[in-house]
């Protein structure tokens, strides 16, 4: 059973920065799709930055040229730097991974950006 665990979740104020991280363990496969997704309250969850096993990141509009999605294959993590934070980008961040045909998800981490 792949396990997620994420971690860097936080409190800061508009304009500043903070790293999310999650380490995935127990599968037996490589992980197609590493991800990062965020839901606000009140709000549907959404995608933020995925980042393939073959070929580019993709990240959300609402977040280029703010937040980098990197991943470690050795070291099956996966992580999100985010840079000029805002407001709206308070909410609880989840990773993702897919495992051959099935999807992974962590617990959350809360990131809490203050005006």
């Known amino acids: 059973q792949v396990q997620l665990v994420e971690s860097g979740g936080g409190l800061v104020q508009a304009g500043g920065s903070l790293r999310l991280s999650c380490t995935a363990s127990?599968?037996?496969?490589?992980?197609?799709?590493m991800a990062w997704y965020r839901q606000a309250p009140g709000m549907q969850r959404e995608l933020v930055a995925l980042?393939?096993?073959?070929?580019?990141?993709t990240y959300a509009d609402f977040v280029k040229g703010r937040f980098t999605i990197s991943r470690d294959n050795a070291k099956n993590t996966v992580d999100l730097q985010m840079k000029s934070l805002k407001p709206e980008d308070t909410a609880v961040y989840y990773c993702k991974v897919v495992a051959g045909v099935m999807d992974y998800w962590g617990k959350g981490t809360l990131v809490t950006v203050s005006s």
């Open positions: 980042s393939p096993s073959v070929g580019s990141a």
């Open positions: 127990g599968s037996t496969l490589s992980f197609r799709v």
